[in-house]
């Protein structure tokens, strides 16, 4: 198979190694890719934004099939654009694309099909969204609809931060249009955890699940960011527990959106909160996570090239999809100054020392005359797996603490809930 993939993120690096490990593969196209993903394939400088170029290439290589890694082309439509030109496509149509794109849709869309969520009312209007503030009595979370980079959710302490909130969103436009409707929805408390599911639209087969640490900083303190670090399975979402939110959760949404039109081929992610009074969905995405597809994947024992093409052309009740034992870790190490403002261009050493229980994705790095340098916020994401979680943990520590760079900052403790302190 010919097969090309968007994307230049740890994400899509974590895509392009297991797609390269597949016995069907002939030739993987990477638009544009980064360094390190050119180990895997042949990185072509196309812009994901750049549609027609992207149609245009993949019919001149004859692709027998398109993986979008990232969000914003398939809200885009970028899937639509590949199969009208008779591409098949592993990444939902834009209709479908909605349920991460709009969050107002997708809450409505949870409503319409009884799927759990926090209570939530949806608003374009600044003052109709005030008024709605002092008539409800519990404490909110404020979401900008559209799509704002992992930052468009904001969690307000009182009555007065939530109405400055939203004079920011709706008012100040901090977030563009993504800010035009805004979500406020109920605060939940509870351990998060992300399910993923592959899907053909009919079809659904759970991954492994895992959990993210979205904060800067150890302890979970700090501004959020896209992900610092990842691992997988998850104790307190146990496969009894993944069979329920299958049930209750990602087959429900996989049907109606396929009742409402909208059939969903791809990933879908759900982003779970256990809180007491049951799992409820904090968010959907319409494609794989960033880190946790860098912890998903090495785990992964069925080859995902088969499971992708399976998606694609609708027949994924005939995959059996398989997972190994044992855990994985990942660790982001990020630029100096991240999530604010960092320096790039930095050169990065150690990335020759490798050893069996880890791999290193990169996320944001470029060469600078050859070399491997810094070229993003989180620049690499160090994975290690083994028998359990903390050999996991152990084998990507080891690996970073061979990597170094000016500025370099990653968390110490990812794991920490259940590991019980700092590792
Ligand atoms: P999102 O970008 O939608 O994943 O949200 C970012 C983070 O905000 C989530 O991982 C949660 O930690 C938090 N969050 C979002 N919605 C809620 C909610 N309704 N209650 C509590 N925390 C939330
Ligand atoms: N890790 C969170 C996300 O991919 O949205």
């Not at 959990?211 to 496969?239: E, L, S, W």
Request: charged share 20%; glycine share 12%; hydrophobic share 45%.
């Amino acid at each position: 198979m010919n097969v090309i993939l968007i994307g230049s993120g740890g994400r899509e690096h974590a895509l392009a190694w297991k797609i390269a490990q597949s016995p069907m593969l002939t030739k993987l196209y990477i638009l544009p890719g980064n360094p390190g993903m050119a180990a895997h394939g042949e990185n072509v400088p196309i812009e994901v934004g750049d549609h027609a170029a992207i149609v245009r290439f993949a019919q001149e290589k004859n692709a027998d099939l398109a993986v979008v890694g990232p969000e914003n082309p398939l809200a885009a439509g970028l899937a639509d654009a590949l199969l009208g030109a008779g591409i098949k496509v592993f990444g939902p149509k834009q209709a479908a694309a909605e349920i991460e794109s709009s969050k107002v849709f997708s809450k409505d869309f949870m409503s319409r099909h009884a799927i759990p969520t926090a209570r939530y009312a949806a608003f374009t209007d600044f003052q109709k969204a005030c008024d709605h503030l002092g008539a409800i009595d519990y404490p909110v979370v404020i979401k900008a609809s559209g799509l704002a980079a992992g930052k468009g959710v904001l969690i307000p302490e009182t009555t007065a931060d939530a109405q400055d909130v939203l004079r920011q969103v709706m008012v100040s436009r901090e977030f563009g249009a993504a800010g035009e409707a805004v979500v406020i929805e109920e605060r939940m408390s509870g351990p998060e955890v992300s399910l993923l599911a592959f899907t053909d639209g009919t079809t659904i087969r759970p991954m492994v699940p895992s959990q993210d640490h979205k904060r800067i900083f150890d302890g979970d303190r700090g501004p959020n960011t896209g992900g610092m670090g990842a691992y997988a399975p998850v104790p307190v979402c146990p496969p009894m527990l993944v069979d329920e939110l299958v049930r209750t959760i990602l087959q429900p949404a996989v049907d109606g959106l396929r009742a409402e039109g909208r059939p969903f081929v791809g990933a879908l992610y759900a982003g779970l909160m256990l809180t007491a009074g049951g799992p409820r969905v904090i968010e959907f995405n319409c494609r794989f996570g960033d880190p946790e597809t860098q912890v998903i994947l090495p785990l992964l024992e069925t080859d995902l090239l088969e499971i992708a093409l399976a998606c694609a052309e609708g027949r994924l009740a005939d995959v059996d999809v398989r997972w190994k034992a044992g855990a994985a870790a990942s660790v982001v190490m990020a630029s100096g100054g991240y999530p604010g403002k960092y320096a790039t261009g930095l050169p990065i050493s150690g990335l020759e020392v490798e050893t069996p229980d880890s791999f290193v994705f990169h996320a944001g790095t470029k060469l600078v005359d050859g070399k491997v340098c810094t070229g993003g916020g989180r620049v690499l994401c160090v994975t290690g797996w083994g028998a359990d979680i903390r050999a996991a943990l152990d084998a990507a520590y080891a690996r970073i603490g061979k990597i170094e760079f000016e500025g370099a900052q990653y968390r110490k403790d990812i794991g920490w809930r259940i590991l019980g302190g700092v590792s």
